[in-house]
């Protein structure tokens, strides 16, 4: 990562970009962990989640080198506490991609009946809702130039209500998938039942922060 405090010249929105980087490229290594484990490759589950262990000591160690080096007292485009928000929820969907791995390493549990489709989608959906995200972050710098107004402002707004829309979706599966456990309760242990829930509590968690911080950045819009 370039030096933070010659990113900061330019957009202040470039470290913010950089870290979501990072935090995308761990996401998105669930869809691998899903793989592993539909496979029954409990070796490559393990394998996958040091990798975005490591990741996320990665993106923790950038969001502490932005927060040290952030400028004080000049002119920044947006709040500083603004931006200090945005990073901490980026850090957490980092966190949370963690936890995921880590939850399945916790114990050999095999796939309910009929329940791979709507796992295989939910992962994949809360995967898509983080980078929609990403997308929108990526529009920052063009709302700086433009003044937070526009045609830019009125595509992020768009983006933010696509967002809004794939964590329902998220949610519909996380519902439908919680239903079928529900109705296998007397017949999974408590450690299974209890693990399962954790496991789509923290994936869905995913599409719930993605949300936040796309609705922290309509909230600039609104500020201007």
Known sequence: MRAITSLFRGSPFIPLQEHMEIVVTC????????????GG????????????????????LTKNEIRNN?????????????????????????????????????KRIEPL????????????????????????LKQLNEL??????????ELVVQMVERVAFLEHEADILQAKLLKKLFALEDEVSFTTFYLWVNIFK?????????EKLANKVRMLLELK
Not at 27 to 38: G, P
Not at 144 to 153: D, L, Q, R, T, Y
């Open 27 to 38: 996401v998105e290594k669930l869809n691998d962990v899903y793989l592993a484990y539909a």
């Open 41 to 60: 490759d409990y070796e490559a589950i393990a394998k996958l989640a040091e990798e975005i262990s490591e990741l996320e000591h990665e993106a923790d």
């Open 70 to 106: 952030l400028p004080k007292g000049i002119f920044l485009a947006i709040n500083r506490g603004d931006l200090l928000d945005m990073l901490s929820l980026q850090d957490t969907i980092a966190d949370k991609a963690e936890d995921v791995a880590t939850l399945l390493t916790l």
């Open 113 to 136: 009946p009929d329940m791979a489709p709507e796992l295989k989608a939910f992962v994949e959906k809360n995967i898509e809702t983080v980078n929609y995200t990403h997308k929108i």
């Open 144 to 153: 700086i130039e433009a003044s937070f107004g526009g045609k830019e402002a």
């Open 202 to 210: 923290t994936t869905a968690s995913l599409s719930n922060i993605a």
